[in-house]
């Protein structure tokens, strides 16, 4: 009789040893990648996290540029609501006035009793007295009935003023919701850039090319200190000259998204503050001031022209002569000269 050999049981603690080595080995394909590209973010070179932050910039400032617009918008609604508001409040003054005369007026003519008119003339004591009393009360009836159509009138006008009330305070609450993604895309841009920029050593970041650097930022400042008069002769007229004058005083200030001064500005700001303080009132937007005044070509630029680049028509700047403009450029830079050539350039305008 053949004997009967028991099958070999597998070891259950190899079995898990084996199941544990296999998924530890999957956990390295995947985080490594079988194609060797991993989940990890790249190392970027010096170079490339510039390129990157100046993209994040630009970005945010179209978003400004967008959220400055929205700003000015609401407040302009703001403006009206309130306007309709006092209008309404105005007219339901006169309302109630009116109702208080007509009032007083229904009050009388309960107390007297209402006789018919033939009846009281039957009975008058001295009918031709009767018959004035009966045409002043006639004239009173006729005035009365001015009255209710006046106040008919007024609650028509009132609920007029409602609606365009009404319709404005959608528009408001439109714009705040607009403004709130404006400025949510604006913080997450520039947080993107400042997590970018974390990443360069204190030496890489203070490299010409390696990020915005503070040394050409403070030497664009210094090399033009003696330039102001020159760059305001060349004006074209006194207003241009004062603009030119107040962007070469604001040297130096922090850009900050939203600001016009007169500490800090971001770059339309600074263009409204310049020549708010020449006396001549600009739009708040890249987008309006390019359209403020008369466009001119780049050859014929004269300092405090006005000059926009980007195809967005996202940043502007103020030219003072030889190439150069004033211009507050992003978070990583004060305002500054700048060359025209620094950004792609996409137009100019003479204000005044």
């Known amino acids: 009789m053949a004997a009967h050999r028991k099958p070999r049981q597998r070891s259950m603690g190899g079995s898990k040893a084996r199941t544990a080595a296999t998924i530890a080995l999957a956990g390295a394909a995947t985080a490594t990648g079988f194609d060797g590209t991993g989940h990890a973010e790249p190392q970027l070179s010096p170079a490339q996290v510039k390129a990157k932050v100046d993209e994040l910039y630009q970005e945010a400032e179209v978003a400004t540029e967008k959220y400055n617009g929205a700003k000015e918008k609401a407040y302009a609604a703001g403006q009206r609501l309130k306007d309709l508001q006092d209008q309404a409040a105005r007219k339901e003054e ?31 004591d001295d009918p031709d007295r009767y018959l004035e009393n009966a045409e002043f009360v006639e004239r009173v009836g006729n005035r009365q009935n001015a009255a209710v159509a006046g106040v008919r009138n ?80 060349q004006a074209p007229n006194p207003r241009a000259a004062a603009a030119v004058s107040y962007a070469y005083q604001k040297l130096g200030s922090p850009y900050v998204w939203g600001a016009t001064g007169p500490n800090a500005f971001d770059c339309s700001g600074l263009v409204q503050a310049a020549y708010r303080a020449a006396g001549v009132s600009l739009p708040r937007t890249t987008y309006s001031q390019i359209t403020a005044g008369r466009r001119v070509s780049r050859s014929e630029l004269l300092p405090g022209d006005l000059v926009f680049f980007y195809a967005g028509i996202s940043h502007v700047g103020i030219y003072v002569g030889n190439g150069r403009m004033i211009h507050a450029p992003n978070p990583s830079a004060p305002v500054r000269v700048a060359p025209l050539d620094e950004m792609p350039f996409a137009g100019a305008t003479r204000v005044v």
């Open 154 to 233: 007024q609650l028509r006008e009132i609920e007029q003023l409602r609606g365009a009330a009404h319709i404005e305070l959608t528009s408001l609450k439109s714009r705040q919701k607009e403004l709130k993604q404006h400025k949510k895309t604006i913080t997450g841009k520039l947080g993107s850039a400042r997590q970018l920029l974390s990443r360069l050593g204190v030496q890489e970041r203070s490299r010409p090319g390696a990020s915005p650097d503070r040394a050409s930022r403070s030497t664009g400042a210094r090399d033009t200190l003696a330039a102001p008069g020159s760059a305001s002769s």
């Open 94 to 124: 006169r309302l109630n006035s009116a109702r208080d005369a007509l009032g007083s007026v229904a009050a009388a003519q309960y107390r007297a009793g209402g006789l018919d008119p033939a009846v009281q003339l039957a009975l008058s």
